[in-house]
Antibody, heavy 122, light 108 residues
Framework: EVQLVQSGAEVKKPGGTVKISCKVS????????MHWVRQAPGEGLVWLGL????????FFAEKFQGRITMTADTSADTAYMELSSLTSEDTAFYYC???????????????WGQGTLVTVSS | EIVLTQSPGTLSLSPGERATLSCRAS???????VAWYQHKPGQAPRLLTY???FKATGIPDRFSGSGSGTDFTLTISRLEPEDFAVYYC?????????FGGGTKVEIK
């Protein structure tokens, strides 16, 4: 069974940095891209970016360029997303998500983590 | 980046009715790489359709995706009580993905 288990809720101060982990099981970690998506309170889904765990290559939404990092520890089957220069607008649920063998694109998101709430408040 | 605009923002319908959700892209998508997701409060989003007319595993026949170029549609032929949720379209397959702003399907 495929599972993506994220780290727990975080409270950060404006200007700070948050790092969220996403540990996978049930498939070979390096076979599929890992995407990160967020949802702020009352808002829609926003795609943040993706990481190829095998190559280490990343692509980010233009809005987050310069303050987002995505990495992977392949020995621990874990992906990380780090967001810096936090403001109250970064308060949101953050999800990791990945594809599956049944789908024709690594960008179709079939499996999701449970979400991590990040609250940015002074 | 491609921008996806969904309409309407909210759709108020009764169970048994047909729902038609629209997703318009800011430029033509030559490979029609648009997917639709359903999202309910407290749950992870669920992939419904992609490509744009293929259904993901386990998705009921009442859900269908269609479209080409800049205009894409998700149709729910007869709404069941469990279908009331927020629906998002996604452009995928390029190095940068995007989601539309969402359409909430609520009970009238």
């Amino acid at each position: 069974e495929v599972q993506l288990v994220q780290s727990g809720a975080e409270v950060k101060k404006p200007g700070g940095t948050v790092k969220i982990s996403c540990k996978v099981s049930g498939y070979r970690f390096t076979d599929y891209y890992m995407h990160w998506v967020r949802q702020a309170p009352g808002e829609g889904l926003v795609w943040l970016g993706l990481l190829d765990p095998e190559e280490g290559e990343t692509f980010f939404a233009e809005k987050f360029q310069g303050r987002i990092t995505m990495t992977a520890d392949t020995s621990a089957d874990t992906a990380y997303m780090e967001l810096s220069s936090l403001t109250s607008e970064d308060t949101a649920f953050y999800y990791c998500a990945t594809s599956s063998l049944l789908l024709p694109s690594f960008d179709l998101l079939d499996f999701w983590g449970q979400g991590t709430l990040v609250t940015v408040s002074s | 980046e491609i921008v996806l605009t969904q309409s309407p923002g909210t759709l108020s319908l009764s169970p048994g009715e047909r729902a038609t959700l629209s997703c318009r892209a800011s430029q033509s998508l030559s490979r029609s790489q648009v997917a639709w997701y359903q999202h309910k409060p407290g749950q992870a989003p669920r992939l419904l359709t992609y490509g744009p007319s293929f259904k993901a595993t386990g998705i009921p026949d009442r859900f269908s995706g269609s479209g080409s170029g800049t205009d894409f549609t998700l149709t729910i032929s007869r709404l069941e009580p469990e279908d009331f949720a927020v629906y998002y379209c996604q452009h995928y397959g390029s190095s940068v993905n995007t989601f539309g702003g969402g359409t909430k399907v609520e009970i009238k």
